[in-house]
Protein backbone atom coordinates (compact mmCIF):
# COMPACT_ATOMS: atom_id res chain seq x y z
CA UNK A 1 0.00 0.00 0.00
CA UNK A 2 1.54 3.40 -1.16
CA UNK A 3 1.77 6.19 1.29
CA UNK A 4 -0.79 8.63 2.01
CA UNK A 5 1.10 11.02 2.67
CA UNK A 6 4.31 10.82 0.29
CA UNK A 7 7.83 13.02 1.72
CA UNK A 8 7.63 16.06 -0.93
CA UNK A 9 11.09 17.52 -2.19
CA UNK A 10 12.24 20.70 0.29
CA UNK A 11 11.61 24.01 -1.08
CA UNK A 12 13.17 26.88 -0.20
CA UNK A 13 11.45 29.71 1.03
CA UNK A 14 12.49 33.46 1.93
CA UNK A 15 10.56 36.44 3.20
CA UNK A 16 10.86 37.73 0.05
CA UNK A 17 9.08 34.33 -1.36
CA UNK A 18 10.63 30.94 -3.05
CA UNK A 19 13.94 30.84 -4.66
CA UNK A 20 16.38 27.93 -6.14
CA UNK A 21 18.39 26.82 -3.50
CA UNK A 22 21.63 26.97 -3.73
CA UNK A 23 22.95 25.03 -0.86
CA UNK A 24 23.35 21.45 -0.71
CA UNK A 25 23.40 19.14 2.04
CA UNK A 26 26.31 16.86 2.67
CA UNK A 27 27.53 14.26 4.68
CA UNK A 28 30.65 14.62 4.96
CA UNK A 29 33.77 17.79 4.30
CA UNK A 30 34.72 15.69 0.93
CA UNK A 31 31.86 17.72 -0.72
CA UNK A 32 33.98 20.84 -0.59
CA UNK A 33 36.67 19.68 -2.83
CA UNK A 34 33.80 20.27 -5.75
CA UNK A 35 31.51 23.23 -6.73
CA UNK A 36 28.49 24.90 -4.58
CA UNK A 37 27.61 26.00 -1.37
CA UNK A 38 27.04 22.58 1.14
CA UNK A 39 25.37 21.96 5.00
CA UNK A 40 27.26 20.51 6.79
CA UNK A 41 26.56 18.20 10.05
CA UNK A 42 28.11 19.74 13.27
CA UNK A 43 30.44 16.84 13.31
CA UNK A 44 32.00 16.97 9.84
CA UNK A 45 31.87 21.03 10.13
CA UNK A 46 34.32 20.19 13.19
CA UNK A 47 36.58 18.17 11.72
CA UNK A 48 37.71 20.40 9.36
CA UNK A 49 40.91 22.98 10.42
CA UNK A 50 40.70 26.57 10.53
CA UNK A 51 42.21 27.38 7.57
CA UNK A 52 39.73 25.04 5.60
CA UNK A 53 36.71 26.64 7.54
CA UNK A 54 38.33 30.32 7.02
CA UNK A 55 39.31 30.11 3.30
CA UNK A 56 35.39 28.21 2.49
CA UNK A 57 33.52 30.48 4.56
CA UNK A 58 31.06 31.88 1.48
CA UNK A 59 29.97 27.82 0.72
CA UNK A 60 30.00 27.05 4.35
CA UNK A 61 27.51 25.86 6.03
CA UNK A 62 26.69 24.01 9.23
CA UNK A 63 23.44 22.00 10.57
CA UNK A 64 22.65 21.41 14.16
CA UNK A 65 20.02 19.16 15.14
CA UNK A 66 18.11 19.95 18.38
CA UNK A 67 20.67 17.87 20.77
CA UNK A 68 23.88 19.57 19.64
CA UNK A 69 24.99 22.26 21.82
CA UNK A 70 25.19 26.02 20.27
CA UNK A 71 28.39 26.57 21.83
CA UNK A 72 30.30 24.35 19.80
CA UNK A 73 30.11 26.58 17.27
CA UNK A 74 29.71 30.02 18.77
CA UNK A 75 33.18 30.97 18.45
CA UNK A 76 33.70 29.56 14.38
CA UNK A 77 30.39 31.86 13.71
CA UNK A 78 32.71 34.05 11.65
CA UNK A 79 33.86 31.36 9.41
CA UNK A 80 29.85 30.02 8.68
CA UNK A 81 27.70 31.56 5.73
CA UNK A 82 24.50 29.43 7.08
CA UNK A 83 23.37 27.84 10.13
CA UNK A 84 20.91 25.37 9.39
CA UNK A 85 18.30 24.24 12.32
CA UNK A 86 17.01 20.89 12.24
CA UNK A 87 13.31 20.55 13.35
CA UNK A 88 12.60 16.66 13.02
CA UNK A 89 9.28 16.84 15.08
CA UNK A 90 7.21 19.85 15.56
CA UNK A 91 7.02 18.97 19.09
CA UNK A 92 10.78 19.55 19.62
CA UNK A 93 11.73 23.65 19.91
CA UNK A 94 14.92 23.76 21.17
CA UNK A 95 15.94 25.48 17.83
CA UNK A 96 13.81 28.47 18.20
CA UNK A 97 15.73 29.50 20.93
CA UNK A 98 19.25 28.43 19.41
CA UNK A 99 17.78 30.73 16.59
CA UNK A 100 16.72 33.72 18.92
CA UNK A 101 20.90 33.16 20.65
CA UNK A 102 22.50 33.09 17.45
CA UNK A 103 21.11 36.41 16.63
CA UNK A 104 20.51 38.64 19.81
CA UNK A 105 23.73 36.55 22.21
CA UNK A 106 25.80 36.22 19.41
CA UNK A 107 24.88 38.75 17.20
CA UNK A 108 25.28 36.48 13.65
CA UNK A 109 24.26 37.95 10.77
CA UNK A 110 24.38 35.21 8.57
CA UNK A 111 21.27 33.05 7.33
CA UNK A 112 19.54 30.96 9.78
CA UNK A 113 17.56 28.05 8.09
CA UNK A 114 14.84 25.98 9.47
CA UNK A 115 14.96 22.48 8.23
CA UNK A 116 12.71 19.36 8.94
CA UNK A 117 8.94 19.43 10.38
CA UNK A 118 8.10 22.84 9.50
CA UNK A 119 4.58 23.84 9.70
CA UNK A 120 2.13 26.57 9.20
CA UNK A 121 1.59 27.67 13.04
CA UNK A 122 5.23 27.93 13.30
CA UNK A 123 6.35 29.89 10.77
CA UNK A 124 5.41 33.33 11.96
CA UNK A 125 7.07 32.18 15.17
CA UNK A 126 10.42 31.47 13.66
CA UNK A 127 10.47 34.29 11.75
CA UNK A 128 10.39 36.66 14.54
CA UNK A 129 13.13 34.61 16.49
CA UNK A 130 15.71 35.01 13.70
CA UNK A 131 15.06 32.61 10.90
CA UNK A 132 15.34 33.99 7.41
CA UNK A 133 15.55 30.66 5.35
CA UNK A 134 12.90 27.70 5.40
CA UNK A 135 13.11 24.30 3.47
CA UNK A 136 9.52 23.54 3.18
CA UNK A 137 8.36 19.98 2.57
CA UNK A 138 4.92 20.49 4.18
CA UNK A 139 2.26 20.10 1.50
CA UNK A 140 -0.46 22.86 3.69
CA UNK A 141 2.32 24.90 4.60
CA UNK A 142 3.76 25.54 0.83
CA UNK A 143 -0.10 26.23 -0.19
CA UNK A 144 -0.11 29.14 1.85
CA UNK A 145 3.23 30.63 1.20
CA UNK A 146 2.75 30.16 -2.68
CA UNK A 147 -1.09 32.02 -2.04
CA UNK A 148 1.21 34.98 0.05
CA UNK A 149 -0.33 33.94 3.77
CA UNK A 150 2.27 33.54 6.33
CA UNK A 151 -0.39 33.77 8.91
CA UNK A 152 0.14 35.03 12.83
CA UNK A 153 -1.06 37.07 15.19
CA UNK A 154 -1.31 40.76 15.17
CA UNK A 155 -0.28 41.53 18.46
CA UNK A 156 2.84 40.10 20.99
CA UNK A 157 4.12 40.60 24.28
CA UNK A 158 6.98 38.89 24.20
CA UNK A 159 10.58 40.94 22.82
CA UNK A 160 12.26 38.85 20.10
CA UNK A 161 15.54 38.99 17.94
CA UNK A 162 13.03 40.86 14.91
CA UNK A 163 12.59 44.40 16.20
CA UNK A 164 8.89 45.44 16.83
CA UNK A 165 7.23 48.92 15.80
CA UNK A 166 6.18 51.03 19.16
CA UNK A 167 2.90 50.23 19.49
CA UNK A 168 1.67 53.16 21.50
CA UNK A 169 1.65 54.33 25.17
CA UNK A 170 2.23 50.42 26.24
CA UNK A 171 4.47 49.45 23.66
CA UNK A 172 6.81 47.33 26.40
CA UNK A 173 3.32 45.63 27.14
CA UNK A 174 2.43 45.11 23.44
CA UNK A 175 3.58 45.77 19.94
CA UNK A 176 1.81 44.77 16.35
CA UNK A 177 3.71 41.98 14.26
CA UNK A 178 5.83 43.30 11.16
Known sequence: MADPTPETAPRLWTPSGFREDEWTHAESAEALAGNGRFILPLAAFLELGEQERISARERLGVLLLPGDAL????????????????????????????AELLRSRHGFEGAVRATGDVLVDQLPHMLRVGFDEFEVTNPVLIRRLETGVTGGIALHYQPAAKPAERAGRYAWRRARAD
Not at 80 to 97: C, E, K, N, Q, T
Open 71 to 98: DKIVGLLDQLSLVALAFPAFSDGRSFSK
